[in-house]
């Protein structure tokens, strides 16, 4: 039987590195494309800030082409799902029908992506669902991947740990609130080495900086402090 062409949703962190590396070597499954959805205004990922150049710098040493969706300022959800829309309609022409994503215990999450991927005749793959996220963390490590963690919530940590490569130590000092992976949203990651790369990501941190989000609540105004390294290519 002939491998499913897959597309995988590519964060450039170590959940995404780990289904990669779990794809390329399942024979179900041929790893077309990468797809990274950067903020419009930045030329960034939305999720943590990573340059463009560095996603791209990741996919070139893995050997796989990138495609990028431009998500608008306002970065609504309609905003992202119509990108989205646009992004399926091309991987089908290629004769894409199945898109990978490294979700691991959310299932509202799971659920609205579900819904999406249904409106378009996609089939979701989710190669890392349900493992526990403490024994996940462990084989991302022990298979050798080498993670920076670019943005941290900063009240859930005692001591900055923005800009550190993620190791055994550090993750022992989560305290019990904390997801060893960060599924939450507690921390995120640039991968910069491992058992997919053909050769290592060099970077450079040339600051540490910091931004405060407002959200309004049914208890009033919840604030949220988030950290972030501000990685470079080095050339």
Not at 18 to 24: A, G, N, V
Not at 39 to 63: C, Y
Not at 108 to 130: A, E, Q
């Amino acid at each position: 039987m002939k491998p499913i062409p897959v597309s995988v949703s590519w964060s450039g962190g170590k959940d995404s590195a780990y289904m990669l590396y779990l794809l390329l070597n399942d024979p179900t499954y041929q790893v077309v494309e990468l797809h990274t959805a950067l903020s419009a205004d930045l030329d960034r990922v939305s999720m943590h800030g990573v340059p463009k150049n560095m996603i791209e710098a990741q996919a070139a040493s893995f050997g796989l082409p990138i495609h990028f969706l431009s998500i608008p300022e306002d970065k609504s959800n309609d905003s992202y799902e119509k990108e989205l829309a646009k992004y399926y309609d091309r991987i089908k022409k290629m004769g894409v029908y199945h898109v990978a994503s490294g979700d691991i215990f959310l299932e509202d999450l799971k659920v609205y992506r579900d819904k999406i991927f249904s409106t378009h005749s996609i089939t979701g793959v989710y190669p890392l669902w349900k493992i526990p996220t403490d024994e996940l963390i462990t084989k991302i490590l022990n298979i050798g991947f080498k993670t920076v963690i670019c943005t941290a919530k900063k009240e859930l940590f005692t001591e900055s740990i923005c800009g550190k490569v993620l190791n055994e130590e550090i993750i022992q000092s989560f305290g019990p609130k904390i997801d060893p992976c960060g599924e939450n949203g507690e921390f995120h990651s640039f991968v910069f080495d491992g058992p997919i790369f053909n050769s290592r990501i060099e970077y450079e941190i040339l600051d540490t900086l910091e931004k405060t989000y407002v959200a309004q609540t049914t208890e009033g105004e919840l604030r949220s402090t988030f950290e972030f390294a501000d990685l470079k290519l080095k050339r």
